[in-house]
């Protein structure tokens, strides 16, 4: 009985650090996303509230926060209320399986506990992908209970653009599953130690650099980013699926979209570039040291993917909704699926250490 | 604890489950059906079948469930649409399911396909997405065939079912 809350208190408080951090890191990025984009635009960014404008996420929190919160008349109340819960929750719920330090365990109290992973499930990858698929329904509900043309409009349009592109980030990460011959993000990160030249992106018989372009695309089309922001394309459809939404609620989907953001750049992290391993050996420091130096190294890489997407929202104009299904359908999947045999073909003739 | 945890999720799906045909918005019966996949996931998962688990939510809720969302909003169906005469129908499929069920329940032993012997036949020390790969590969390879050749034919048909005004301008 001691036993398990002592577990169920040291879990509570792994959830809530990491739920912490991810919400920290959704302030900081909204700030960091205004400043890059000013920069790359050669504007200055934000710049009133605080020194260079380091306070805009409180005032941006603090505004959100007291802002009135409609109901448009009309509307499907429970759904109303209930869509924003449904694209926040899944957004969140990913982070559960995501290892950022070394597979360490330690005991406490006679209680085995891993401090740098919430559950080191053996499916951990397919669970990312089953939440990342309810996503889409707060998306859609949204839409759909809002009462509005434009809701509706970009609600579906979402609900189309998500399943397509959920089928080439499933297929494109298939090559690494192969190479690494488990589901666990824990052991797919441990099958990448060593250097640079064993991650997935560089690593022999097949590098999985195509599959991760495919991976990167189909993950900035699933959280709705730039160029593929056709759901709230904002000179169509005013802002899509969250028109009608305010305050609070707003905030919901706002908060959802950048946690997925932060989710999908740790997939990519762990999938691709080695997790929290460093590029050489010799980086990763001390043994005593390794944790330090591998949550600064998972760091380094989630906010490279993170400056990714700011930099493709800079420089890419928005898709036309054909255009993104030829795209999706008659481009990525095949070379996904052409990914898979090769990996499977040159992994079965060279088989690894 | 075990049997608590059962009868929760099989209470939870019973109750989702006839939610899905006697709501009257079809919208809350696409909830309710997503509610219900997710207690059947959670069923495989006190199965320790986590695999089948988390497919079961892919496919089912984040697939399928998502087409019908979208169909059913798309077509805005009226009511007096949506309720046709089945009653014989229904009549008839409900008593032989009935006596299907009392049948297996007063046979005295249990189904063949239990839970103790799936956890037995399974081994312990292979994990369960290698253990249903081994499986599907070797003793259900020509069902799994079999299967692999019905989807084929359903992709060609679906193709054939769009290409089809294509084919009537040039005739």
Request: hydrophobic share 55%; aromatic share 14%.
């Amino acid at each position: 009985m001691l036993e398990t809350g002592i577990k169920l208190a040291l879990t509570l408080t792994q959830i809530g650090v990491i739920m912490g951090i991810v919400l920290l890191t959704v302030a900081v990025l909204t700030l960091l996303e205004r400043k890059v984009l000013g920069w790359m635009q050669d504007r200055m960014g934000p710049m009133e509230v605080g020194p260079y404008g380091i306070l805009q996420p409180v005032a941006d929190g603090l505004k959100l926060f007291f802002k009135e919160d409609i109901i448009p008349a009309g509307a499907n109340k429970l759904m109303f209320s209930l869509a924003p819960i449904l694209s926040l929750v899944p957004a969140l719920i990913g982070f559960a399986v995501i290892p950022f330090g070394p597979n360490w365990t330690l005991e406490i109290f006679g209680v085995e506990f891993k401090p740098f992973v919430i559950s080191d499930i053996n499916i951990g990858i397919l669970y990312i992908l089953a939440f990342a698929s309810i996503g889409a329904y707060g998306i859609i509900l949204g839409g759909w209970s809002s009462n509005s043309k434009y809701s509706l409009l970009g609600g579906l349009r979402s609900a189309a653009q998500l399943i397509s592109y959920e089928l080439n980030v499933g297929l494109s990460i298939v090559g690494v599953l192969l190479l690494a011959g488990s589901l666990s993000m824990v052991q797919i990160t441990e099958a990448q130690a060593g250097g640079f030249w064993n991650w997935f992106f560089f690593t022999l018989p097949f590098p999985q650099a195509i599959a991760f372009v495919v991976f990167i695309i189909s993950a900035v089309a699933e959280t709705n980013r730039v160029p593929f922001d056709l759901p709230e394309a904002e000179s169509e459809l005013v802002a899509g699926f969250f028109t009608e939404y305010s305050g609070m609620r707003f905030a919901f989907f706002f908060l959802a979209e950048y946690a997925n953001m932060i989710l999908v750049s740790c997939v990519a992290t762990v999938l691709f570039f080695g997790g929290w391993h460093a590029p050489f050996s010799f980086l990763q420091g001390p043994e005593s040291l390794t944790w330090v130096t591998g949550i600064f190294w998972f760091t380094v890489k989630v906010y490279f993917f993170l400056f990714l997407f700011f930099w493709l929202r800079a420089t890419l104009p928005r898709l036309r909704y054909d255009q993104l299904m030829r795209f999706g359908w008659k481009v990525l999947l095949p070379i996904a699926l052409g990914n898979i045999v090769v990996t499977s073909t040159l992994a079965y003739l060279f088989p690894g250490p | 604890m075990n049997t608590l945890v059962f009868f929760y999720f099989a209470g939870v799906i019973v109750l989702t489950a006839s939610l899905v045909v006697a709501l009257r918005n079809p919208i809350y019966s696409a909830l309710s059906l997503l509610v219900m996949f997710f207690h059947v996931a959670g069923l495989y998962v006190t199965l320790h079948a986590e695999f089948l688990a988390a497919i079961q939510i892919i496919v089912y809720a984040g697939a399928i469930l998502v087409l019908y969302l979208f169909v059913v909003m798309l077509l805005n169906v009226k009511r007096e649409e949506r309720f046709h005469q089945q009653r014989t129908v229904g009549v008839f499929l409900g008593l032989t399911l009935l006596a299907e069920g009392l049948l297996l329940s007063f046979r005295g032993e249990g189904p063949k396909f239990g839970r103790e012997q799936s956890a037995e036949s399974v081994p312990a020390v292979v994990g369960n997405t290698e253990g249903i790969g081994e499986v599907l590969y070797s003793t259900y390879l020509f069902p799994f065939e079999i299967a692999s050749l019905i989807l084929l034919v359903a992709m060609i048909g679906a193709v054939i079912l769009t290409k089809k005004g294509i084919m009537e301008s040039k005739s």
